[in-house]
């Protein structure tokens, strides 16, 4: 049973020294077995780190929803890279993922890795209660435990496997708060709101304080959580032949430094990075903490062995059992491994390798690229520990510095590149954010970021992604004031074949110049006649925005390439990224209420705001 809490700290749980009571229920697990008391994840944020510790590697393929992040991210894992749940299955195991993330669905690589995937649903539209402007409501675990009990007591009696992945720690912080007693009654209510949300820097202290009383709350209520799921594989009479895991994804970041809250991918600190990991079960010794050094990625070596599972994966990460055996353990690694985001979550990450003396952040990017605070460098040394609010660049020691080059030669650059090497999967349906390139860039450059409507050239613009959080671009022209030249546009595609449809919607213009959109077509070499296709005027302050298809076509040289022109003279031209959806998968494209809640989804956790 392994019970994930996203966004747990350790230092906020009573058995690793906090000072409040937040964790009586974990505490008891942590006597009853291992608590591990420097265990470091393999990234700050979810999409860096579930992949890791779910396979035991550093650098594995990406299991989450393709629809959130794009196509060029998704390539298969290597040979010898599994999941968790596949070495279970393989071994005989019944298997169930319990989910409230967003990022996971059940056509997912991870969801579909499971016998059985029952994500919690979110509760949409319901805040008026609350008085939030917010329209989602993240779901605590609590919703779930009903499926989740008789899961576990029509399973009792055969092995099985079970990863929760609960969002009771995460933000927002939403009432009921577990003990009012810890909360200032004065605290304006505005602002508390604010900080439950996850916005309002910069943070007075009277605000961390706040931030800290509504964490902790939420710890408390993850506690419960898992004293529910503990007494129902007692009642299932499972119990004492069950191996539990208590961990987290990554940490979370509380504004100790005035500023930051949550847990940004491009961050490092090791209040992000450092998190819980306890086992307790059958055999295993009661109450005993290891000072050694740990990483996620060891997890799945230590069930493997703990458990006496089969397997032909291969993992970065070792087994800890040397360490729960031995009287006085020794290390088993000589530094933990990270990665954080550079540009984008799907581009080649930073990495982060954590010495006792010294943290080496090293870039792939030029130094300009490099998106950490600080002076622009590709690489910064840290002095460790390495806190939010206390960090400090430091020389780097030079046998650090050598042991720190060698192995991103040898290990980590190599791991990436391997990674790389493997072919893309092409999902049920993809989407490309606007990010077409002209076929002869050597001519004057038709497209602008200043927006004429008579200048005769194309007007650039970037808009919120109707899915995934980044943004896409979008062309414009006004026929009607201009005649801008026509585009040839490449785009690189597996090959396959595939309905196409192309991302256009209307203006707000603000006033009353009500007009409809509209494009012309011509997909090369195929076709010799252009098409018009549009979407009809909406009221005045509002838009029409659709995915129009525009043709099935076979790609066999991995690009696709096509005409764009302006539509009809009384209409604007708005055109933005197109959508493959490969022959005989119609059924997996979302609608648009699909599409909503899914962006309510990642907006109630503070991932977009859009």
């Known amino acids: 049973m392994w019970i994930l809490l996203d966004a747990c700290r350790p230092d906020h749980l009573s058995c690793y020294g906090y000072h409040r009571p937040t964790s009586p229920h974990i505490d008891a697990l942590a006597k009853r077995g291992v608590r591990f008391d420097r265990n470091f994840a393999q990234g700050p944020a979810t999409l860096l780190s579930v992949e890791s510790y779910m396979t035991g590697r550093y650098m594995p ?188 994804d990554h940490g979370d970041a509380l504004a100790e430094d005035g500023e930051t809250l949550g847990h940004p991918d491009t961050m490092s600190y090791d209040d992000l990075l450092r998190t819980p990991l306890i086992l307790a079960g059958p055999g295993l010794p009661a109450g005993k903490t290891i000072q050694i050094r740990t990483e996620n990625a060891d997890i799945v070596p230590t069930l493997v062995d703990l458990l006496g599972l089969k397997t032909d994966a291969r993992f970065d990460g070792v087994s800890l059992r040397p360490a729960i055996s031995a009287p006085d353990p020794l290390e088993l690694h000589e530094y933990t491994f990270a990665r954080t985001s550079t540009y984008y979550f799907s581009t080649e990450p930073n990495r982060v390798i954590r010495f006792d003396d010294a943290k080496f952040e090293l870039s792939p990017y030029p130094a300009e690229h490099f998106q950490q605070p600080g002076d622009g460098k590709a690489m910064y040394v840290w002095a460790v520990p390495d806190r939010i609010g206390n960090r400090r660049e430091i020389p780097a020691p030079a046998l650090r510095l050598a042991r720190a080059d060698e192995l991103i030669r040898t290990l980590f650059d190599p791991a990436w590149d391997a990674h790389e090497a493997q072919p893309i999967e092409t999902p049920p349906y993809f989407e490309v954010a606007g990010d077409q390139v002209l076929v002869d860039p050597a001519k004057p450059n038709p497209v602008t970021d200043a927006e004429d409507p008579k200048d005769n050239l194309w007007t650039r613009r970037t808009s919120p992604y109707l899915w995934r959080f980044e943004e896409q671009t979008l062309l414009i022209s006004h026929p009607y004031s201009e005649d ?127």
């Open 61 to 248: 393929a990406q299991y989450q929803d393709a629809r959130h992040l794009g196509l060029w991210f998704l390539h298969t894992p290597e040979p010898g890279e599994k999941l968790v749940s596949t070495i279970f299955k393989e071994n005989g195991y019944a298997t169930a993922m319990f989910s409230a993330s967003p990022w996971y669905g059940e056509t997912s690589r991870l969801g579909r890795s499971f016998d059985t995937f029952t994500p919690l649903a979110y509760d949409i539209d319901s805040l008026g209660r609350l008085n939030y402007r917010e329209s989602a409501v993240p779901p605590t675990f609590e919703s779930l435990n009903p499926d989740l009990f008789k899961w576990i007591a029509d399973h009792a009696a055969s092995p099985f496997f079970v990863y929760l992945h609960s969002l009771d720690t995460h933000q927002p912080h939403l009432p009921p708060d577990t003990d009012a007693a810890w909360f200032d009654p004065s605290f304006p209510e505005a602002r508390d709101k604010d900080l439950r949300w996850w916005r309002g820097a910069p943070f007075s202290e009277a605000d961390r304080r706040r931030i800290v009383d509504l964490y902790d709350s939420d710890v408390m209520a993850a506690d419960e959580t898992v004293h529910a799921v503990v007494a129902a594989l007692e009642r299932a009479g499972v119990l004492d032949r069950t191996l539990i895991l208590i961990g987290s």
């Open 484 to 610: 801008a030249p026509g585009l040839v546009l490449t785009q690189k595609v597996p090959n396959g074949t595939y309905h196409i449809s192309i991302f256009c919607r209307t203006l707000d213009t603000g006033g009353d110049d009500v007009r409809g959109a509209s494009f012309s077509f011509l997909q090369i070499p195929t076709e010799r006649d252009f098409r018009v296709f549009g979407v009809p005027a909406a009221k005045p302050d509002e838009t029409n925005k659709e995915w129009i298809e525009v043709g099935t076509y076979t790609i066999t040289d991995g690009t696709f390439v096509y005409w764009l022109d302006e539509g009809r003279r009384e209409d604007v031209t708005v055109v933005g990224g197109l959508r493959f959806v490969p022959l005989g998968s119609e059924a997996a494209v979302p609608g648009a209420s699909e599409v909503n809640e899914e962006r309510e989804r990642l907006k109630s956790l503070g991932y977009t705001g859009k």
